[in-house]
């Protein structure tokens, strides 16, 4: 999954594709660089982000995926808190529900979902992007977002969303420490387990920079964000978002060779 962020302030690539035709020469590029999905969002959910108007989000995103629906039937996610977001989205053309709230930050995400039939991805998020990273706690990190997941999921199910709809996702950097990510990045396996696809999301995050001090730029965090990618793969994870489309397929390719898959 290819992250497409139309948004003047997301964390590692905010404002470079601002306007219309940056984003759509973006998306040609991911989609050559071998995305099978592209992941377009238009409110930044990074740490202190603010939320951003209805109308503003509509204005950024809905021109991104016309444009992109003139040139290539890519699928394309909706990053987005908005269940009017993703009920314009879908009828421009785009096909996902990407949810960091895990459907729960309007009163009718739920029956929203369920109205569209289309896939959705359900993400774990302690608190809000405004204040998560304050003080986040949890007393077992790993079976405290499953329990959720879970939760959510069935919640999903009980409102008419297919039980195939369902992606999950663990929410890596939303309101946990380094120490939370890293006992996430090794308990992918338990979360799998759980029934859905996992979609995994640790392109250019801080976690990196938890560890090397050095990467102060997102953009230097290619390296740490290839392992954190493989480790995922390696449990089964079913898909990545990333910013380095080229990179991280590559590195996947290699990966499956050595391990006989491909
Ligand atoms: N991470 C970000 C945004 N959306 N969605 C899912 N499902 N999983 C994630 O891990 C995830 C996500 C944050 O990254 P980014 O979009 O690059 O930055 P920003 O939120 O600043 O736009």
Request: aromatic letters at 4%.
């Amino acid at each position: 999954m290819g992250v497409l962020n139309v948004t003047p302030d997301s964390f590692s690539d905010g404002g470079r594709f601002a306007g219309v035709e940056a984003a759509a020469a973006q998306a040609r590029r991911l989609i050559a660089d071998g995305a099978d999905l592209l992941d377009i969002g238009g409110e930044s959910t990074r740490p202190g982000a603010a939320p951003v108007s209805l109308q503003t989000e509509l204005d950024r995103v809905l021109p991104v995926i016309e444009a992109i629906r003139a040139f290539s039937d890519i699928p394309l996610s909706i990053d987005t808190l908005k269940p009017e977001v993703a009920r314009a989205a879908l009828a421009r053309g785009a096909d996902v529900w990407n949810d960091i709230s895990g459907l729960t930050a309007a009163p009718d995400s739920l029956s929203t979902a369920a109205d569209l039939a289309c896939p959705v991805v359900i993400m774990h998020m302690q608190g809000k992007p405004a204040t998560m990273q304050d003080a986040p706690q949890y007393e077992d990190v790993v079976s405290e977002v499953a329990a959720y997941l879970a939760a959510r999921a069935a919640a999903a199910v009980a409102a008419g969303v297919a039980k195939s709809a369902i992606w999950l996702d663990p929410g890596i950097g939303f309101g946990k420490t380094l120490a939370h990510n890293l006992a996430l990045m090794n308990g992918l396996g338990g979360l799998s387990a759980l029934g859905f696809p996992l979609l995994l999301g640790v392109s250019r995050k801080r976690t990196v920079m938890a560890i090397d001090p050095t990467a102060k730029d997102p953009k230097d965090r290619l390296g740490g964000s290839l392992a954190l990618a493989l480790h995922g793969a390696a449990q089964g994870v079913a898909a990545l978002r990333v910013h380095d489309v080229r990179e991280t397929v590559q590195a996947l390719k290699v990966w499956a060779v050595l391990k006989g898959l491909a």
